[in-house]
């Protein structure tokens, strides 16, 4: 199974970053191979769609389920579009979500918001 | 002559100006391009309405054509599409209809389909044609229902005066872009002249001819005004604070149509705006 996080930075002890579609990196981690690797989060400074285009980036990289804070309402359609399971992560390490996420500790993601769309956050 | 009246917040008395310029220089033309909200038409109750509607293009996918090559989703500036289990995924609300996606499609399966976004509605009272654009609920950009808006509005001799959404992002400036003359419109508080000075900095940036209007006027302190003597900007009138032009314009009325007082204000105001365009249009020579 392949896991994917929205981190801040691309190193092991990154945390976890509040935005998933303007991530600066996301962690894959492969469940099988215990493999971790980082992939720039190239939708990041795009000015519209950033949702869409990382949720892209996570189906390309065959990812079965996304820990994530949070995630808009498009950047949802890609990611159920290709089965992928939403589970919502604790602030803190990207470890830590991890560990937690192998213990059976989570939650799935049901609050999906409507997106900001140049509206800022809420 | 086409007169825009903006301001950088709502509530600061675009319409209760707009209305009634247009109202007092028939024959005249009066543009809603408040496309989320707009009520201009409440004071004029237009009658001959005819309804109009407004579509933009998006793309349309022939799923047995597409062979999943991924140029659209690649080159689309805005990412609006996107490519999961052999399916092409189509985002209306991105989509700025540029139509880049379906020009680049190798396998000519995408095409561009109309979807109705609004509708404008232009009708008659007395000798004002009253042009309204109204932007359907969940839609995401009025823009090209005041494009059309502001096509449609086109005329040679009458004076069109443009009600323009409040702020200063860019459906005031689709608003304005047309416009010979900037009717910037504000009131006597801090947040006016802090709104005030971001739709100067538009207009600015446009390179428009503008003039100010204080509307809400009271004797003190007035932020706005200093605003404007501090950076030289015209003032071309001053609308008196005054519950009873509130209650009639509250109540859905043209106010120079009930009274001799607020008839002769806003014609001083109309002369006055009038008499600057013509000096501000007049070719320098």
């Known amino acids: 199974m392949k896991i994917a996080v929205p981190v801040d930075e691309n190193t092991q002890n990154t945390n976890v970053c509040v935005s998933f579609g303007r991530a600066p990196y996301f962690l894959f981690f492969d469940t099988k191979t215990k493999q971790t690797y980082f992939v720039h989060n190239s939708a990041a400074s795009s000015t519209g769609g950033a949702g869409i285009q990382a949720a892209q980036i996570i189906v390309d990289n065959g990812v079965d389920v996304l820990l994530t804070p949070r995630c808009g309402e498009q950047a949802a359609d890609v990611l159920i579009a290709a089965d992928i399971a939403l589970y919502k992560t604790f602030s803190g390490s990207a470890q830590d979500n991890l560990d937690a996420f192998a213990a059976d500790k989570f939650s799935e993601l049901d609050d999906i918001h409507a997106g900001f769309h140049g509206h800022g956050g809420k | ?285």
């Open chain 2, 1 to 285: 002559m086409k007169i825009a009246v903006l301001s950088g917040k709502g509530g600061t008395g675009k319409t209760l100006l707009a209305v009634n310029l247009a109202a007092l220089a028939q024959p005249a033309v009066y543009v809603d391009c408040d496309v989320e909200e707009p009520n201009g038409h409440l004071y004029f109750r237009p009658k001959h309405i005819v309804q109009k509607p407004v579509c933009i293009k998006i793309p349309q996918v022939n799923p047995t054509l597409c062979n999943g090559c991924r140029k659209c989703v690649e080159h689309c500036a805005f990412n609006a599409l996107a490519y999961v289990k052999d399916n092409l995924l189509i985002f209306d609300d991105i989509c700025h209809s540029c139509g880049l996606c379906s020009l680049l499609c190798p396998q000519k399966a995408l095409s561009e389909i109309d979807k109705e976004i609004g509708i404008i509605q232009s009708g008659r009272a007395d000798d004002v044609c009253i042009h309204t654009g109204i932007l359907h609920i969940g839609q995401a950009t009025g823009i090209p229902i005041i494009q059309n808006l502001l096509l449609e509005a086109s005329s040679a001799d009458a004076l069109t005066v443009i009600d323009c959404p409040p702020g200063s992002a860019c459906i005031v400036m689709e608003s304005i872009k047309d416009a010979d003359f900037c009717l910037l419109v504000t009131e006597p508080t801090l947040f006016g002249a802090h709104n005030l000075s971001m739709v100067h900095d538009l207009v600015t940036l446009f390179n428009k001819p503008f003039g100010v209007i204080i509307n809400k006027s009271i004797p003190g302190a007035n932020p706005a005004e200093t605003f404007c003597k501090e950076n030289n900007l015209p003032v071309l009138g001053k609308i008196p604070y005054d519950k009873h032009l509130s209650i009639l314009h509250s109540n859905g009325e043209i106010a120079v149509k009930h009274s001799e007082t607020y008839r002769a204000l806003f014609s001083s105001l109309l002369d006055a705006v009038i008499k600057e365009v013509r000096h501000e249009t007049a070719p320098h020579s």
